[in-house]
Structures are given as structure tokens and as C-alpha cells.
């Protein structure tokens, strides 16, 4: 498969935005280098290190996001979606860099290379590691290890975003619990559920390469006898009330779910739901209460907010 590799150059400050308008075309995965994280990183020692810090430049500023398209036969009309974004962020902030797309055609072989050199095994929360299927990792004895090959679907643990949601998980998620990943991309969630001890976990999403992936990721775990992924359009294909619903998508379709949510959450149950920028914060919570959900934590990294709520008995 064939894949159209888009590059933005931006700053540290407008990373969050931009990575989010590729997000929304529908990018399978984005890679961030900033040689801000990189100075950071290298300044702590024993931090965990998800970054080569040879792969480019940490002496500049330049900040350079890059997403992955499929080409498909809507593809010019995702890339001037991608144009005009960018062109209504440049002119509503000026700090925000260039804000220039270049665009350059990769197979899958070199996809998959460029992505496995920005990504190491990653410590998350309590005790959660997610480890790449390609790395060597020798765990402590509390460190609950989540293998993953994340292919072309989202979701490597080192987003802000799916950070947020394996925090969540990590503190409100009960052993025994029936719990429904939607949108579930790489299975990271999913994976991450059953090894807290989820009794059941049922994934979704609507991209057949995320299904795909995801299974084979839950095969990796060893975890087939507790997860069980399918296609589905959000909550279409959910039968039944689950404990918990967890979520990494976009605020719009988290407040496009919110009118169902009810049918398939059990009384006092929880939902996670992450992947919303935080100009869209108030909004996502106006209709988590306007549809019954009691907001118990709001977790915040850069500009990505998650928000975990219980809906009321």
C-alpha cells in the first residue's frame, strides 16, 4: 500500500493544532519532532526515552509534524482540507511558524521504518510500559508490559492523548469489568483494559486497517480470549451496558456519541473520553452534562485534555 507522507513545519506552540487538522483528514499517525522535547528529554536523566536524539537537529527551533495518508480516491480533497486549516491558523496566529505543507509519496516498508526510529518502550502512569514488539525490554516486577506494533493505525503511547486515556484507565477501571474501546486504532487501549484486568473488552473502529492491526495486537498479547475486535461505526455494533467506554477520537465525534451514550453505559458507570483540544473543552462538557455524565477528573497535557465521567444512576 501506498501512502502520502504530509510535513508541517510549525513551532512548539502551534504543535498541538496542527496536529490535530491532520488527525481530523484522517492521518494514521503522526510523528512530532521538536528539538524543545528533545532538550528536555536529554536533560533528565533516567527519563524514559521514546526519541532518538541523533535522528535530527535538537540545537533549532523548527518544529516539524508529520502525518501519513492513504491514497485513496478522496485524497486531494483531505490535502485541501489540510490547506485551508492551515491557512485560517496562519492567519488567526501569528506564533505559530510557517505553517507550510509539503507532501512526498512512501510505501509501507518505508513508512514503517521512519516511524520505529521515534519510538522506544514508554512508562505511562503507575505501572503501565508499552513496549515496541521490535525493542528489548527486561520489566521490574510491577510493570504491567502492553506489546505493540502499531502498523499504519493510531496509538503508540507516546501521544498526549492516548497518555491521558491510559492514565484514566489505570485509576477507574475495576478488574471484572466489561469495557467497549471505540475507535480503537492501534488495540492500545483495548490491550491496556484487559491487562488491568477488564473481564471483558470489545474494540471498534471503522477503518478496516485499524481492525486488522489491532487484532494482531491482541494475538501479540496473547489476550483473544478477552478482546474481541470488530468494524463498527462508534457505538453502532455495542449491544448492552457496558462498565466502562473509553474513547481517544476528536471532540466532535465524542459529542456526536454523547446522545447514545446512555443506551450502552451502565448506571454509575464510566466513560473516558480523550482527543479533544482545549479550545473544544467546555463544549465536550456542556454535553457530557446535558446527557446525564457526571465529570469526576479532567487530566491535561499541552493543549489535549481527557475527561473521565460517571453516568448518573
Not at 499517525?29 to 536533560?43: K, M, T
Not at 510557517?98 to 503507575?126: C, H, M, R, S
Amino acid at each position: 500500500m501506498e501512502w502520502m507522507e504530509l510535513i508541517i513545519d510549525t513551532t512548539t506552540e502551534g504543535t498541538d493544532l496542527t496536529a490535530n487538522i491532520l488527525y481530523e483528514a484522517g492521518a494514521a499517525g503522526v510523528v512530532i519532532e521538536d528539538p524543545q522535547d528533545i532538550r528536555a528529554l536529554l536533560q533528565q536523566k533516567g527519563s524514559w526515552d521514546y526519541i532518538d536524539p541523533g535522528i535530527f537537529n535538537a540545537e533549532g527551533d523548527r518544529v516539524l509534524v508529520k502525518g501519513y495518508l492513504p491514497l485513496e480516491d478522496d485524497l486531494d480533497e483531505r490535502l485541501a482540507a489540510v490547506r485551508g486549516k492551515l491557512k485560517a491558523m496562519k492567519n488567526k496566529h501569528n506564533a505559530f511558524g510557517f505553517l507550510e505543507l509539503t507532501a512526498g509519496q512512501v510505501g509501507d516498508e518505508e513508512w514503517a521504518q521512519n516511524w520505529k526510529k521515534y519510538y522506544k518502550p514508554v512508562k505511562i502512569g503507575q505501572n503501565i510500559v508499552i513496549k515496541p514488539s521490535w525493542e528489548d525490554y527486561t520489566p521490574r516486577e510491577e510493570d504491567i508490559v502492553v506489546v505493540l506494533d502499531p502498523g499504519m493505525a493510531f496509538g503508540t503511547g507516546t501521544h498526549e492523548s492516548t497518555v491521558l486515556c491510559i492514565e484514566l484507565l489505570e485509576r477507574y477501571l475495576s478488574k471484572g469489568d466489561r469495557v467497549v474501546d471505540i475507535g480503537c486504532g492501534s488495540g492500545i487501549l483495548a490491550v491496556t483494559a484487559a491487562k488491568l484486568g477488564a473481564k471483558s473488552v470489545e474494540a471498534y473502529d471503522i477503518d478496516i486497517v485499524a481492525v486488522k492491526v489491532a487484532g494482531e495486537n491482541v494475538s501479540l498479547n496473547k489476550m483473544d480470549e478477552v478482546i474481541r475486535v470488530e468494524r463498527g461505526n462508534l457505538l453502532d455494533g455495542v449491544r448492552g451496558r457496558a462498565h466502562l467506554i473509553v474513547s481517544n477520537i476528536a471532540a466532535d465525534v465524542i459529542i456526536r456519541m454523547c446522545g447514545t451514550i446512555g443506551v450502552h453505559l451502565k448506571p454509575e458507570g464510566m466513560f473516558i473520553a480523550s482527543g479533544i483540544i482545549g479550545e473544544r473543552l467546555e463544549e465536550v462538557k456542556r454535553t457530557f452534562e446535558d446527557n446525564g455524565l457526571e465529570i469526576v477528573e479532567e487530566l491535561r497535557q499541552n493543549d489535549w485534555r481527557a475527561l473521565a465521567a460517571r453516568m448518573k444512576g
